[in-house]
């Protein structure tokens, strides 16, 4: 697998570190990151090491991964990377999740965006 969960500022904010080739397993993280609690998870996603190559069957497992899921607030995401920000735009666009998606250009913006909207 290609992720790691790291340490958050906040309770309800999970920072999550994808890189490397992302794996199908590293998109349906929804226990591991809390969002079978039943409360609003935000996260962080750390992008920045994550190579361009996506997994087989990328959109089917897309429609399954934890963005959808109704207790993901929001995905606030900082890539680096021109390219994995527009496929992470295609996937909010696919899963009609664009509102709880945010790209930014450090984790300091992407954090702050974060705290802003956690209550």
């Known amino acids: 697998m290609a992720h790691e969960i790291m340490p958050s500022p906040h309770p309800n904010i999970v920072c999550l570190r994808l890189y490397g080739d992302v794996a199908a397993e590293d998109m349906v993280l929804n226990t591991e990151i809390g969002l079978d609690k039943g ?4 996260v962080l996603v750390d992008a920045s090491e994550l190579s361009l190559a996506l997994p087989a ?23 680096g990377s021109t390219m994995l ?35």
């Open 39 to 42: 409360e609003p998870i935000y």
């Open 57 to 79: 069957n990328y959109l089917d497992t897309a429609r399954n991964s934890f963005f959808i899921n109704p207790n993901m607030a929001h995905l606030s995401v900082y890539t």
């Open 85 to 119: 920000d527009a496929i992470g735009n295609m996937i909010a666009k696919l899963t009609r999740r664009r509102d709880r998606l945010s790209l930014h250009k450090s984790r300091d913006e992407a954090l702050n965006h974060l705290l802003k909207m956690v209550k």
